[in-house]
């Protein structure tokens, strides 16, 4: 008995220091420490506990001294003259002892008054704003994460194949379509700032992520609502707007599809980033219809022969351009004309990819309001059909060109002599599959060059080469 004890222990000591040894070899630097200064009411305090129970789920230790600290948050009180005296002699402290001050909290609302006197602070925020004040902490001094005492992985949790991810840019728009009640039920545009969406993307890309698929609301106006302001990533202060943060994402090296765009002119922008292969040259842009007065009384801009000007302008840059898109049939108003101009649209356009949906009153839409005449369930259900076909034929052409040629495929589920995969132009769950048959074993996320042999109007087949 007393030999088994041994043993038993004796393996138990030795896991013990294994374990410690992998854990010291993982842990490469130690816990980055925030000295905090909380001042003002109870509801300051509440805000204070806020942020160090943030600070704390992420990693960071708190330091007593500013001068042990790897940076000083101050959260300040406005309440009375005398209270911005002690807030702002506090933020002086912070500065002088350590460099590093992120200021937030009431005095934060009037961050004027905060910048004039002490233009090196790294960041102000009002109250409650736990948001940016992280964002200031991690971009001051990024958590240390440890992969055995974080319930999350660094990347965070993802619902997708480990090979791609969504990247969610900002939150709710301020268009008005008078279909879509998403700014009712979302609020108004809020962007996240670009080094913070560039710091979740990076870490991505650190797990493993070779696809990066940029969703929102809509896109092209990603930080309007910031007026671009700028954000630290790396050494570098990047604009939260489409373009910039498209720019960054092309330097991470794994495929970028941007997705939900509304057709402002800036977007013609992003051609050349795709033209240089930054990003992938795909455009997700739901036209939502081609007739002017369909569109007016939806409250979307354009006209048949504006966008496809525009259109063609975009294939001139980039000939390998997919442009997907979303229609809706049977709004309000609709007449045969205006749906066969949709129709025409769809085949000199050359509308890569295509979702089409039948006009639905939502509860709440301005739409319902328009006194416009209804189009009949059956009338409706016709002009989807026909829209179908149309785009049918429009992708079968397409894809036929394609035979022949040599593309690049993204590999997404293995199989034992075919694997299924997707080309630039197809985006996962909407758009088309490639079958690849392949004589070496293929990878989830590996990128292959595939030699197109077959083609129907969604999917194509061919081999690895
Ligand atoms: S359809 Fe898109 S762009 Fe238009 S209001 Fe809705 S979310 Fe905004």
Redesign the pocket.
């Known amino acids: 008995m007393a030999g088994l004890f041994v043993r038993a222990r004796e393996t138990a000591v030795l896991a013990l220091s294994a374990a410690l040894v992998y854990r010291t070899g993982m842990s490469e630097r130690p816990a980055p420490r925030i000295s905090f200064v909380s001042l003002g009411c109870p509801k300051a305090l509440v805000d204070s506990e806020r942020i160090v129970t943030r600070l704390r789920a992420e990693g960071y230790e708190l330091s007593k001294t500013h001068a042990g600290a790897d940076a000083v948050i101050v959260n300040t009180c406005g309440f009375l003259d005398s209270a911005k005296a002690e807030s702002l002699e506090a933020i002086r402290v912070g500065l002088q002892e350590n460099g590093k001050v992120i200021v937030t909290g009431c005095m934060g609302a009037e961050p004027a008054a905060i910048a004039n006197a002490y233009p090196d602070v790294l960041a102000i925020s009002g109250p409650q704003a736990y948001e940016s004040v992280m964002e200031a902490v991690h971009s001051a001094v990024p958590p240390a994460h440890d992969p055995f005492l974080d319930l999350v992985p660094e990347q965070g949790v993802k619902l997708t194949p480990r090979h791609y991810a969504y990247l969610k840019i900002s939150e709710g728009?301020?268009?008005?379509?008078s279909?879509?009640?998403?700014?009712k039920l979302?609020g108004r545009l809020v962007s996240r700032p670009a080094g913070e969406v560039l710091r979740e993307a990076e870490k991505l890309v650190r797990a493993g992520v070779k696809e990066l698929l940029v969703i929102s609301?809509?896109t092209g106006?990603y930080g309007m609502d910031l007026r671009y302001a700028e954000s630290q990533f790396a050494d570098r202060q990047v604009r939260t707007k489409f373009i910039d943060l498209a720019r960054e994402l092309g330097n991470l090296g794994v495929w970028v599809r941007m997705h939900?765009i509304?057709p402002y002119p800036h977007i013609d922008d992003a051609l050349e980033l795709m033209a240089d292969g930054k990003i992938l040259p795909y455009l997700d842009i739901?036209f939502?219809h081609a007739a002017p007065n369909v569109l007016r009384a939806m409250?979307?801009p354009g006209d048949h022969e504006t966008m496809l000007e525009r259109i063609r302008g975009w294939r001139k840059a980039v000939p390998d351009l997919t442009v997907r898109s979303t229609f809706i049939v049977g709004f309000p108003g609709e007449t045969e004309d205006d749906f066969r101009q949709l129709l025409d649209f769809l085949t000199e356009a050359r509308i890569d990819r295509a979702g089409a949906f039948e006009y639905e009153a939502v509860g709440g839409a301005p739409a319902n309001d328009l006194g416009l005449e209804t189009v009949a369930p059956d009338i409706r259900k016709a002009r989807w059909r026909r829209l179908m076909e149309t785009q049918q034929k429009v992708s079968a052409k397409i894809s036929r060109e394609k035979i022949g040629r040599r593309v690049k495929a993204i590999v997404d589920e293995v199989g034992p002599t075919v694997s299924r995969g997707r080309t630039m132009a197809d985006a996962p769950q909407i758009d088309g599959t490639t079958h690849i048959a392949s004589h070496r074993r293929l990878r989830a996320g590996d990128i292959v060059d595939v030699k197109i042999e077959s083609a129907d109007a969604y999917d194509l087949r061919g081999t690895a080469v």
Request: aromatic letters at 16%.
């Open positions: 728009c301020n268009n008005t379509c279909f879509c009640i998403i700014p979302r609301q809509d106006a939900y509304y739901p939502q409250k979307r």
